[in-house]
């Protein structure tokens, strides 16, 4: 079965501090890891995407996501965060077409 | 081009009634998913479709169906809608070319209050 976890429901953090929020996947074969984002009253928007290669996959808006086979994790990072950065973030794993989301993180960047 | 175009965006209904949601994914996409959106469940996969075939379907009562036309639109349809049905459904599009290409893109939702 495939799912993802993401254990904190809020991070806060600071503008122009860096910003981590966290993601372990459980996954049967290849694991196809993904990044979304969602805006108040607005649909998921594509931030970055794992399929095979490099273990760091930039994305989006400057974020990027390290995948750690060993950690079974997929933890979302940015160098410097903005208050434009708020905003509800997803983790998934896809399986044809189907997306297996975590239950989202909350993130408050603080000017 | 134009993105994934959910109607209508907001709908209230009454218990007991049914309801059909559209989606028009984007143009030569011909995988289309639905999920449902609530605070206490999350985001759930409830079935997707690819060239008019349903090819995955979620854990959701018989009530929720949908299907999909010959242009690669969807709809979904909710029947004798209970208190707990009121949710953000969101429509995603993609190629369907797994997992060549996996990018799926979705449009805003339709919001759906059941009183």
């Known amino acids: 079965a495939q799912s993802v976890a993401q254990p904190e429901d809020q991070v806060n953090v600071a503008e122009g501090n860096p910003l981590t929020v966290k993601c372990t996947y459980s996954v049967s074969g290849n694991p196809y890891l993904f990044w979304y984002v969602q805006y108040p009253n607005r649909g998921l928007q594509f931030l970055l995407k794992y399929i095979t290669g490099d273990n760091l996959v930039k994305g989006s808006y400057g974020f990027e996501a390290e995948f750690n086979k060993s950690q079974t994790s997929f933890h979302l990072k940015k160098p410097s965060a903005l208050v434009s950065d708020s905003a509800l973030y997803f983790c998934a794993v896809g399986d044809f077409n189907k997306f297996y989301f975590g239950s989202g993180t909350k993130l408050n960047v603080k000017p | 081009k134009a993105g994934v175009t959910q109607t209508p965006r907001y709908l209230i209904k009454t218990r007991g009634q049914q309801v059909t949601l559209s989606c028009s994914p984007i143009?030569?996409?011909?995988?289309v998913s639905w999920y449902q959106q609530t605070p206490g469940q999350g985001l759930q996969f409830l079935f997707e479709y690819f060239s008019e075939t349903q090819r995955n379907k979620g854990n959701f009562p018989g009530r929720f169906s949908g299907r999909q036309f010959s242009n690669s639109r969807s709809e979904m349809n909710v029947s004798t809608l209970e208190l707990g049905d009121s949710a953000l459904y969101l429509c995603?599009?993609?190629?369907?070319?797994?997992?060549?290409?996996?990018?799926?893109?979705f449009g805003q939702g339709t919001r759906l209050t059941v009183v």
């Open positions: 143009s030569g996409h011909r995988s």
């Open positions: 995603a599009s993609s190629l369907g070319l797994w997992p060549l290409n996996t990018e799926a893109f």
